[in-house]
């Protein structure tokens, strides 16, 4: 049979959430074959009805149900109730994401080897490492079209790069360049070159960004095998008598409750909703949540150690135009301690429009520096720092007394910084502005982090059922038929953008269940 697929049908494997996890999950089981239906909890939106603008594109993409943020960092004061910036769409955070994909370093699997054992921390090392990822890192490349790779020329610099290269070089960094995106520098996989027009936050109006919206879900689609269904939010997973997964419960546009049976279920929701899903989903046999035996559903959340550096200039930089994400400092990514913390960091250039400048600049400071910052705009060039942040057990995802339209309970995420967080930031603070003064700054700013947008942890990958959720193969330790297809399996966060990490272990994880299925394991 091939799609749309019965309710009754339980031959389906079954994705929650379309994002790099799951839209690539179910593209590549398709195309080996394997009938499958993503639910999607968000809107379905393609290139043509992207909105150039930044508020009426976050109304359009981003997921804004109720959520809460406590505990101790800036976030919780700043946006109380959007701890995280992610979409609500068919594609999920690939849609907005600024295309940033490089490969963890071999150090980062195996960080509790490699960091001791830090006060405070719940460093373990992942199951799996960078030897086994390699092949897999090589074919997320090739399909994503990630420039430096596979012979793909870099992309140009624009004028915020040209202005960080400038400081970085002057204080005697090395590691700088354009960097390694998912974006088209010249016309690939039957999409046109980037045309540079910049805001690659609302959507790629032009097609050259790799998402799986575009990219990965109409060929899946194309073979038959694939169903994605959008404005369907899974409220629950079921299972049977034996403690194997049978179906999830999910709610249409409507309201309206309907029940897909399923063969096995991959869940890819972010690393906030997939943990809420699997809580929400307790039994009498799971008393505590889905495959949550270790009591690890949740924990160790993680978001990266970010923040941003501006820098005035007396002259316009005009930092808005061309790619978001233009060129990266890799110098200060190494792990190396006698910076008084552990793991390492990267320098992104960013750019806002002038709306998210004026939120994110630093909502606690309003005055006439603030104003003065928003009237130098033509004049600023602009930086994000992304660093390894510590999983800690009690950063973590749990359910609210709160409950959304279909009366679930929503999810509170605590987190608080470990020491080495800060230190990390208050170090890249002190590097970012140098690069920008080395050039001639007028004026430095330093601004807290944005709500998140790289979130990890909570579903972790771990060789002991005890210390996480699911097995080297995002296979839950606790249930056979049940995996974990996003970043909540990662075990720790690393200094890299996490997208090129999720679509490796998509595709291997594809490789996996394809391989279970045909012995009849699943």
């Not at 949740?298 to 970010?306: D, K, L, P």
Request: aromatic share 8%.
């Amino acid at each position: 049979m091939s799609a749309p697929y019965d309710l009754n049908d339980g031959s389906v494997f079954v994705i929650v959430g379309s994002g790099a996890g799951g839209g690539t999950l179910g593209t590549q089981l398709a195309l080996k074959g394997i009938d499958t239906v993503i639910l999607e909890a968000g809107d379905r939106h393609e290139t043509f009805d992207f909105l150039n603008d930044e508020w009426d594109s976050f109304s359009q993409l981003a997921w804004k149900d109720k959520r809460f943020a406590t505990g101790s960092w800036q976030v919780a004061e700043d946006f109380p109730n959007l701890p995280a910036w992610i979409v609500k769409a068919v594609g999920g955070s690939t849609v907005h994401w600024a295309g940033a994909s490089l490969r963890f370093q071999a150090h980062e699997f195996k960080t509790r080897t490699h960091y001791g054992d830090v006060a405070g921390a719940t460093l373990l090392d992942w199951p799996i490492d960078l030897s086994e990822m390699e092949p897999w890192y090589a074919m997320a490349e090739d399909r994503m079209g990630v420039t430096r790779t596979n012979g793909i020329p870099g992309l140009p610099g624009n004028n915020n790069f040209k202005v960080m290269e400038a400081g970085a070089r002057k204080i005697g960094y090395k590691e700088v360049s354009t960097g390694r995106m998912a974006i088209n520098s010249e016309p690939r996989d039957e999409r046109a070159s980037c045309m540079q027009i910049g805001f690659c936050f609302q959507g790629c109006k032009s097609g050259a960004k790799w998402s799986t919206l575009i990219a990965e879900i109409p060929k899946g689609e194309a073979t038959g095998r694939l169903e994605v269904r959008s404005g369907c939010q899974v409220l629950r997973i079921e299972h049977n008598a034996a403690g194997k997964v049978s179906g999830v419960v999910y709610a249409d546009k409507q309201g309206v409750e309907h029940r897909q049976k399923a063969r096995a279920v991959a869940v890819a929701g972010n690393s906030l909703e997939s943990p809420r899903l699997l809580l929400n989903s307790h039994s009498a046999r799971f008393p505590d949540g889905l495959a949550n035996s270790s009591g690890q559903v949740g924990r160790n959340y993680m978001r990266h150690t970010t923040g941003s550096v501006y820098g005035i200039f007396d002259k316009p930089v005009n930092m808005h135009r061309g790619t978001t994400m233009a060129g990266i400092v890799r110098d200060e990514a190494r792990h190396d301690p006698s910076r008084g913390f552990v793991g390492g960091y990267e320098f992104e250039t960013i750019s806002l429009g002038l709306p998210f400048m004026a939120a994110f600049l630093d909502p606690s400071k309003w005055g006439r520096d603030f104003a003065s910052a928003l009237d130098n705009y033509r004049n600023t060039a602009g930086l994000w720092i992304v660093g390894e942040d510590m999983p800690r057990a009690e950063n973590r995802i749990t359910l609210a007394e709160d409950k959304d339209a279909f009366g679930m309970p929503v999810a509170s995420v605590r987190y608080d910084d470990h020491p080495n967080d800060k230190a990390m930031r208050n170090h890249a603070y002190r590097q970012g502005s140098a690069i920008y003064d080395a050039v001639g700054a007028v004026r430095t700013i330093q601004t807290p982090p944005y709500p998140s947008t790289h979130n990890l942890g909570t579903n972790r990958m771990s060789e002991k059922a005890r210390d996480g959720v699911v097995n080297r193969f995002g296979q839950a330790h606790d249930v056979a038929n049940l995996f974990v297809s996003d970043g909540s399996q990662f075990t720790t966060g690393a200094a890299e953008n996490p997208t090129l990490t999720i679509v490796a272990l998509a595709l291997r994880q594809a490789d996996h269940i394809a391989g279970r299925m045909s012995r009849g394991e699943i």
